[in-house]
């Protein structure tokens, strides 16, 4: 195994180059996320330049967080190239330290970033990511009123049985929707009636639709000016359906999900980032072990270009495969923890062969 003192000095070297990418990486968003929003308000007059870098600097967290996974990856790359070349693996190995052995900083380096990423940076991330859309909202408007392919749809049961309600935007407070459709149906799932109107007002225990035109089948159109349906839902439920479960803290995620499933929302994107989140120290661990398994060859043998493509190309296959199973449990053809787990456990378990197949322990 490998002591104390050697092991102090690669976890500082994996963590001092982890840091390095990260950093680059965030520099490298917000310089261009900055050029991006300036020219977006080029024609927007009253907008400064520091409100622009304020604007900035509030989303490169939350964009950053998506690509920890190969700042990970690249970091570990590094420093696995770094002391190779500098022949302290091969000293290691020497002094009979086997590749297991000089892993064990790495990995826990890995999963501490992880357990941190996940417990404080996220959270942070998060908040800062909310202020950001609210000061976006402020400066380029109410950006999904303007585009008429956006809808927001919301779920809900009540005492009238289930319904089904879509708008073209919703208010960030929750309290009103722009022209929304309702479709209701009771307790036996019959449908019972369509509900078109100008707009809703969300009431203590009630939807208030305007102008309203009630379609019900066998029957003629009605036309009233206000239309009631009961509804248990609050302001605050409503604005956090308009919400995507990324702009949720991890701490807050669990309770989150508890009022969107009890107000009958579908719940299962804050379910699956939350197991998303929980899984995220053994994706790194997995990128390590990846690393690991690309770039532990010495330089004399050549083909070190080819071994850092192959371990880049190796990790951008595991975040597509993420990505794809992440979209079948989002729609409910695997289980959220199925969904979020099994990218991290099998890329580990391929890790972790590709490094028994090329090395003797």
Same mark, same amino acid.
């Given at each position: 195994?490998?002591?104390? &003192?050697?092991g102090?000095?690669?976890?500082?070297?994996?963590l001092?180059?982890?840091? %390095?990418?990260?950093?680059?990486?965030?520099?490298?968003?917000?310089?261009?996320?900055?050029? +991006?929003l300036?020219?977006? &308000?080029?024609?927007?007059g009253g907008?400064s330049a520091?409100?622009?870098?304020f604007?900035?600097?509030?989303?490169?967290?939350?964009?950053?967080?998506?690509?920890?996974?190969?700042?990970?990856?690249?970091?570990?790359? #590094?420093?696995?190239?770094?002391?190779?070349? @500098?022949?302290e693996?091969?000293?290691?190995?020497? !002094?009979?330290?086997?590749?297991?052995?000089?892993?064990?900083?790495?990995?826990?380096i890995a999963?501490?970033?992880?357990? %941190?990423?996940?417990?404080?940076?996220?959270?942070?991330?998060? *908040?800062?990511?909310?202020? %950001?859309?609210?000061?976006?909202?402020?400066? =380029?408007?109410d950006?999904?009123? @303007?585009?008429?392919?956006a809808?927001?749809?919301?779920?809900?049961?009540? *005492? $009238?049985?289930?319904a089904?309600?879509?708008?073209?935007?919703?208010?960030?407070?929750?309290?009103?929707? &722009?022209?929304?459709?309702?479709?209701?149906?009771?307790?036996?799932?019959?449908f019972?009636?369509?509900?078109?109107?100008?707009?809703?007002?969300?009431?203590?225990?009630?939807?208030?639709?305007?102008?309203?035109?009630?379609?019900?089948?066998?029957? +003629?159109?009605?036309?009233v000016?206000?239309y009631?349906?009961a509804?248990n839902?609050?302001?605050?439920?409503? #604005?956090?359906?308009?919400?995507s479960?990324?702009?949720?803290?991890?701490?807050?995620l669990?309770?989150?999900?508890?009022? &969107?499933?009890?107000?009958?929302? $579908?719940?299962?994107?804050?379910?699956?980032? =939350?197991?998303?989140?929980?899984a995220?120290p053994?994706?790194?661990?997995?990128?390590?072990?990846?690393a690991?398994?690309?770039?532990?060859?010495?330089?004399?043998?050549?083909?070190?270009a @080819?071994?850092?493509?192959?371990?880049?190309?190796a990790g951008?296959?595991?975040?597509?495969?993420?990505?794809? !199973?992440?979209?079948?449990?989002?729609?409910?053809l695997l289980?959220?923890?199925?969904?979020?787990w099994?990218?991290a456990?099998? #890329?580990?378990?391929?890790?972790a062969?590709a490094?028994?197949?090329?090395e $003797?322990?």
């Amino acid at each position: 195994m490998i002591g104390w &003192t050697l092991g102090r000095y690669f976890a500082a070297r994996f963590l001092t180059l982890i840091l %390095a990418v990260f950093l680059t990486i965030c520099g490298m968003v917000f310089v261009v996320d900055f050029v +991006e929003l300036l020219r977006r &308000t080029s024609d927007i007059g009253g907008v400064s330049a520091r409100s622009i870098a304020f604007l900035s600097a509030l989303r490169t967290p939350s964009a950053s967080e998506q690509l920890m996974p190969f700042c990970v990856l690249c970091g570990a790359m #590094a420093a696995f190239l770094d002391l190779t070349r @500098k022949l302290e693996l091969l000293v290691a190995r020497a !002094v009979g330290v086997s590749v297991w052995g000089f892993l064990v900083p790495p990995v826990a380096i890995a999963i501490l970033i992880g357990i %941190a990423s996940v417990t404080l940076f996220n959270p942070v991330s998060a *908040v800062m990511k909310q202020r %950001a859309e609210v000061l976006e909202a402020q400066i =380029f408007g109410d950006i999904s009123s @303007k585009d008429p392919d956006a809808r927001f749809w919301v779920r809900q049961r009540s *005492v $009238d049985g289930e319904a089904i309600i879509k708008a073209r935007a919703a208010a960030r407070d929750g309290g009103r929707l &722009t022209a929304p459709t309702a479709y209701v149906y009771g307790w036996d799932g019959r449908f019972e009636a369509e509900i078109e109107a100008d707009g809703a007002q969300l009431l203590e225990g009630v939807w208030r639709f305007d102008n309203a035109r009630i379609l019900m089948p066998g029957e +003629e159109p009605l036309e009233v000016q206000h239309y009631l349906l009961a509804t248990n839902l609050t302001p605050q439920q409503v #604005a956090k359906g308009a919400v995507s479960p990324g702009s949720v803290p991890f701490w807050d995620l669990e309770a989150v999900r508890g009022q &969107t499933e009890s107000a009958g929302l $579908d719940p299962i994107g804050f379910r699956l980032q =939350f197991q998303s989140l929980l899984a995220r120290p053994l994706l790194f661990l997995a990128m390590v072990l990846i690393a690991a398994a690309f770039s532990l060859r010495f330089f004399r043998f050549g083909g070190i270009a @080819k071994m850092v493509g192959g371990g880049v190309a190796a990790g951008f296959v595991l975040y597509v495969a993420t990505i794809l !199973v992440g979209d079948l449990g989002q729609a409910g053809l695997l289980s959220a923890a199925v969904a979020a787990w099994s990218p991290a456990v099998v #890329a580990s378990m391929l890790g972790a062969l590709a490094l028994l197949n090329q090395e $003797d322990g």
